[in-house]
């Protein structure tokens, strides 16, 4: 017990001073521990600055934008230097609040999502975000496709199919209303057989240039595509016509094609046997006409099944030209001594009444045609069995005779009317004796020949 008092007296003796001494100690660790871990400040960047309640805009038909400066903050924090030192810019949340929107601005809140309870202060250098709005708009879009690259030698991109082909857009007016089309793009360089893959949706301007679709809501980003290639293949074009020209006119020629070959595509079976293409004669009318008839004709519609124009959309077309000219007549003179005279019957001799004179030919036929008649060179030939079989005689007596006569002429030319040339006959005509009973006859046949 004394023990315990004489304890109790040495630590209550001078109990001021050692009250001081333990508030000294005190003072003098947090001195120490403030200069080895002193609080400091330090800034972090770039933050992303995220959006919370965007669909209130999007709900009142607005579209919205940041400005590049409101896209990321730069924050200033206030911290003992051993926390700073585990923190990077990652452990930091920047948010607007669209529901807190007045006017163009919205304040930013950052807030750290380690240490939050040992950071003394975090301070943004920029408190608000500025917002830019605009109408929402939407719109709807086929998909188109295009092909990049040649394909290989002798081959052909057939049809390209989309796995779908429409695409909705929404989002900023001034964004939506550049886009002119849709496309998906496939690489076909060097390739021979069908081709299957997943591409991505492009958007484009009336001018060809790319719209930047990251500021619209997609119902698709991709699309499914499959393209099939051929062989190909050149064969020729062949046309026909059907109808009459009106009186008065012919046809020059035959139907002149605007091209004479195409290049088709297929399987190699579809193309084995396929040399031609022939648009039939009813596709080209000419009935009653009076000047050329020009008719452009889409050959692939007369291709047999699994056989297609290459680039049907420039090369499918055919225009089909039939030249109709008016008749023209001309008047010739001939000489008489150009013609002469046949099928004389035996016994008989025959001679122009006027060989030195000429006989007058009308002659009707295309311009083209009537040029090249060469009055000094037509020849013609008057018939003496054919005048005894339109007059109905079995013999023939001498005298003068008119006779037709048969001219010839180029092709497409043709006499407007009959020529006779006066022929005088003398001498008997012989009968000839049958093979039955030596009576004296001269078949039609003999007539015929002159024999």
Not at 257 to 282: N, Q, R, W
Not at 287 to 295: G, L, Y
Not at 309 to 327: G, Q
Not at 368 to 383: E, K, M, P, R
């Given at each position: 017990m004394n023990n315990f008092k004489k304890l109790l007296k040495k630590l209550t003796e001078n109990a001021s001073l050692?009250?001081?001494?333990?508030?000294?100690?005190?003072?003098?660790?947090?001195?120490?521990?403030?200069?080895?871990?002193?609080?400091?400040?330090?800034?972090?960047?770039?933050?992303?600055?995220?959006?919370?309640?965007?669909?209130i805009l999007e709900d009142d038909g607005k579209a919205f934008e940041l400005s590049d400066a409101s896209r990321s903050v730069t924050v200033t924090v206030r911290a003992e230097r051993s926390i700073l030192s585990e923190l990077s810019r990652d452990d930091f949340v920047a948010t607007i609040d669209m529901s807190e929107l007045e006017g163009n601005r919205v304040p930013i809140e950052v807030k750290a999502t380690k240490y939050s309870d040992k950071i003394e202060s975090i301070t943004s250098k920029t408190e608000y975000a500025t917002v830019y709005?605009?109408?929402?708009?939407?719109?709807?879009?086929?998909?188109?496709?295009?092909?990049?690259?040649?394909?290989?030698?002798?081959y052909a991109v057939g049809n390209i199919s989309l796995e779908t082909n429409i695409v909705r857009v929404k989002g900023p007016e001034s964004v939506v209303s550049t886009i002119d089309r849709a496309e998906v793009r496939i690489n076909v360089s060097n390739m021979n057989s069908e081709i299957h893959s997943v591409e991505k949706i492009m958007f484009y301007d009336k001018d060809g240039g790319t719209v930047n679709a990251a500021p619209l809501t997609l119902s698709l980003e991709e699309t499914g595509v499959t393209v099939s290639i051929y062989k190909t293949k050149e064969i020729g074009i062949k046309a026909g016509y059907s109808g009459k020209p009106a009186n008065g006119y012919l046809v020059s020629g035959g139907p002149a094609l605007s091209k004479s070959t195409v290049t088709v595509m297929g399987s190699a079976s579809a193309l084995s046997d396929i040399k031609s293409v022939t648009i039939p004669s009813d596709a080209v009318k000419i009935d009653e006409a009076t000047e050329n008839v020009v008719k452009t004709v889409d050959i692939s519609k007369y291709l047999p099944s699994g056989v297609y124009v290459v680039n049907e959309d420039e090369n499918a077309k055919v225009k089909v030209t039939v030249v109709i000219e008016p008749l023209q007549t001309i008047t010739v003179n001939v000489p008489n001594s150009n013609i002469t005279i046949t099928n004389i019957p035996s016994g008989m001799s025959a001679v122009l009444a006027e060989p030195q004179g000429t006989s007058s030919l009308t002659l009707t036929g295309l311009a083209a045609s009537l040029a090249s008649v060469n009055a000094s060179s037509v020849t013609g030939a008057a018939d003496i069995a054919l005048l005894k079989h339109s007059q109905g005689l079995d013999m023939l007596n001498q005298g003068v005779y008119?006779?037709?006569?048969?001219?010839?002429?180029?092709?497409?030319?043709?006499?407007?009317?009959?020529?006779?040339?006066?022929?005088?006959?003398?001498?008997?005509?012989?009968k000839e004796e049958s093979s039955e009973g030596g009576a004296d006859t001269v078949s039609d046949a003999d007539a015929d020949t002159g024999n």
């Amino acid at each position: 017990m004394n023990n315990f008092k004489k304890l109790l007296k040495k630590l209550t003796e001078n109990a001021s001073l050692k009250l001081l001494s333990v508030i000294c100690a005190v003072l003098l660790w947090m001195v120490v521990v403030s200069i080895d871990n002193p609080l400091m400040s330090l800034p972090f960047s770039p933050i992303p600055v995220t959006v919370v309640n965007a669909d209130i805009l999007e709900d009142d038909g607005k579209a919205f934008e940041l400005s590049d400066a409101s896209r990321s903050v730069t924050v200033t924090v206030r911290a003992e230097r051993s926390i700073l030192s585990e923190l990077s810019r990652d452990d930091f949340v920047a948010t607007i609040d669209m529901s807190e929107l007045e006017g163009n601005r919205v304040p930013i809140e950052v807030k750290a999502t380690k240490y939050s309870d040992k950071i003394e202060s975090i301070t943004s250098k920029t408190e608000y975000a500025t917002v830019y709005t605009e109408n929402l708009e939407s719109a709807q879009f086929r998909i188109q496709s295009a092909t990049v690259g040649e394909v290989a030698d002798g081959y052909a991109v057939g049809n390209i199919s989309l796995e779908t082909n429409i695409v909705r857009v929404k989002g900023p007016e001034s964004v939506v209303s550049t886009i002119d089309r849709a496309e998906v793009r496939i690489n076909v360089s060097n390739m021979n057989s069908e081709i299957h893959s997943v591409e991505k949706i492009m958007f484009y301007d009336k001018d060809g240039g790319t719209v930047n679709a990251a500021p619209l809501t997609l119902s698709l980003e991709e699309t499914g595509v499959t393209v099939s290639i051929y062989k190909t293949k050149e064969i020729g074009i062949k046309a026909g016509y059907s109808g009459k020209p009106a009186n008065g006119y012919l046809v020059s020629g035959g139907p002149a094609l605007s091209k004479s070959t195409v290049t088709v595509m297929g399987s190699a079976s579809a193309l084995s046997d396929i040399k031609s293409v022939t648009i039939p004669s009813d596709a080209v009318k000419i009935d009653e006409a009076t000047e050329n008839v020009v008719k452009t004709v889409d050959i692939s519609k007369y291709l047999p099944s699994g056989v297609y124009v290459v680039n049907e959309d420039e090369n499918a077309k055919v225009k089909v030209t039939v030249v109709i000219e008016p008749l023209q007549t001309i008047t010739v003179n001939v000489p008489n001594s150009n013609i002469t005279i046949t099928n004389i019957p035996s016994g008989m001799s025959a001679v122009l009444a006027e060989p030195q004179g000429t006989s007058s030919l009308t002659l009707t036929g295309l311009a083209a045609s009537l040029a090249s008649v060469n009055a000094s060179s037509v020849t013609g030939a008057a018939d003496i069995a054919l005048l005894k079989h339109s007059q109905g005689l079995d013999m023939l007596n001498q005298g003068v005779y008119d006779v037709n006569v048969a001219f010839i002429l180029p092709s497409g030319v043709t006499m407007a009317d009959e020529v006779k040339v006066s022929v005088v006959i003398s001498g008997e005509e012989k009968k000839e004796e049958s093979s039955e009973g030596g009576a004296d006859t001269v078949s039609d046949a003999d007539a015929d020949t002159g024999n």
